[in-house]
């Protein structure tokens, strides 16, 4: 359940991390691309549930923060507990989250 509530999130941040131009007035260079890919990568990564199976041919991004990756996904899986737990969250925020993506 966890997985599908954040998934939306998810696909948000990675979009706006990766393409930081369609919410600010920046030229995106690709060495400063290359660097949000990676950032982006390992944040799908920290929210992905399965297991990494790294080796000599993974890309450099994997390896890069091979290491963090499993701090990441406690600090996420937390995240997860607090805003499905959380009387905060509202209905409303997430039929936005659904409609904005599904229209975009």
């Known amino acids: 359940m966890v997985v ?3 998934s939306l999130p998810l696909r948000f941040w990675v979009n706006v991390i990766k393409n ?3 919410v600010f007035d920046v030229h995106k260079t690709s060495a400063v691309d290359s660097c949000l890919s ?4 390992t944040l799908m990564d920290s929210c992905s549930v399965s ?5 000599k041919d993974s890309s450099s991004s994997k390896l890069l923060y091979a ?3 499993p701090k990441y ?3 996420v899986d937390r995240y997860d507990r607090s805003a ?3 009387s905060l969250v509202s209905v ?3 039929l936005f989250l659904k409609f904005f993506f599904v229209k975009f």
């Open 4 to 6: 599908d509530v954040c």
């Open 20 to 22: 930081p131009d369609f």
């Open 38 to 41: 990676v950032i982006a990568q």
């Open 51 to 55: 297991e990494q199976k790294l080796g």
């Open 67 to 69: 290491r963090d990756i």
């Open 73 to 75: 996904r406690k600090w």
């Open 84 to 86: 499905v737990n959380s």
């Open 92 to 94: 409303v925020f997430w």
